[in-house]
């Protein structure tokens, strides 16, 4: 082990960052507006405002601020977890015998187990401070719902989460955590909700989707006094509250002088991964230096590498304002894969438009393969990891073995965005050999495409 360098590096409470960066300052061509599905109109302030808390609707539209002040609460909050730590792969890379040094962020060291506490805490901070009762909400695999429940019990808000059906009966006990922590959960779809009321009709028995339970905590929120919605990735908002991540990490890599070379993060509606290169993708825009940035998603949600850079729905109720994103169609159900918090059809408007400028690459991997980089990296590194996470596991080996080959010394980053205690379902699919790797055809995107709104 490197003597000058600590194996894992945690930032003293005064080098913490004070402030968010919002990477949208240094775009030269922003994210397109949201615009209103009714006149086809960009969203206007008031409009946004009656949906989401004000002060974070304002975020959501600011391009220009770069830095913005972190409020002391939310500072104070984020004592309780973090820093989180920078940890160099020194058993991983042994292991793997590459040259490459790897270094991953560690985002689980919390009760709800993942990054998403970051922005649960700003938005449930700002619905307070707003005088709002509480706030609604959809979950998958159940970690932002976790997230969201923990910062409105700290701040005494009302907390509805629409929890997809079939992770509520998956994941027993993840709805526990949720319920422990004072929140109102509800399988989606429900009966509680005029549009969950249609999509049961329509679809009998469905075990229920992201986009489903969007739309449930929406109608909600709208329709109950005191309540706005608030969404756990995919949002500029969110990423902004997620720099904080990309924030504490380079702070720690200027400190003892690394420079990563590749910086790998998994993908679902962008959010970790927004956080995670948006100070380092800030340098590589004003021309300070260069990095390659790799988003990684599932075979069986290939929103980046076989989506469309289009207008779409946020929701399948379509009920939420237009984004222009890579999607694969607000229509598309991804098959059962087991990393859930990346099943989402569409990505954040940040990220597709780095993307589509390449700025940043994507790839997609099938989740054998996910879940044997996995367990390789939790018998060697000791951490079990999230199987969202593994993605970004995943292409962080498959680039240090490249490593191995051409001998480079690259410096390879990772995010490890959360711990898989809540996953061993999927585990054990694997584990028994029973697992399988969906990937949609092109007929299936083709047939979903052809239903995007025309804009
Ligand atoms: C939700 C989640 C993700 C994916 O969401 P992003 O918004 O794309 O970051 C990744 N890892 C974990 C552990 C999650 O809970």
Redesign the pocket.
Known sequence: MDKNIPYKIYLSEDELPKQWYNVRADMKIKPAPLLDPATGKPVTLDQMSGIFCRELAKQEFDNDTPYIDIPAEILDFYKMYRPAPLVRAYFLEKALGTPAKIYYKF??NNTS????LNSAIAQAYYAKKQGLKGVTTET??G??GTALSMACSYFGLDCKVYMVKVSYEQKPFRREVMRTYGADVTPSPSDTTEVGRKILAEFPGTTGSLGCAISEAVETAVNTEGYRYVL???LSQ?LLH?SIIGLETMAACDKYGIKPDIII???????????LISPFMGRKLRGEADYRFIAVEPSSCPSLTRGKYAYDFCDTGKVCPLQKMYTLGSGFIPSANH?G??R?HGM?AVLSEQYDEGLMEARSVEQTSVFEAATQFARIEGTLP?P??SHAIRVAIDEALKCKETGEEKTILFGL??TGYFDMVAYQKYNDGVMMDYIPTDDELAKSFAKLPKI
Do not use: D, I, M, P
Not at 113 to 116: A, E, M, Q, V, Y
Not at 268 to 273: A, E, H, Q, V, Y
């Open positions: 985002e689980g187990g993942s990054h998403k998958g695999a970690q932002w756990g990735s995919v969110v997620q993060g998994c993908a679902g509606g962008g959010s970790n991964l927004g956080g990393a918090g990346l989402y954040s999230a969202e996470s965005t959360g």
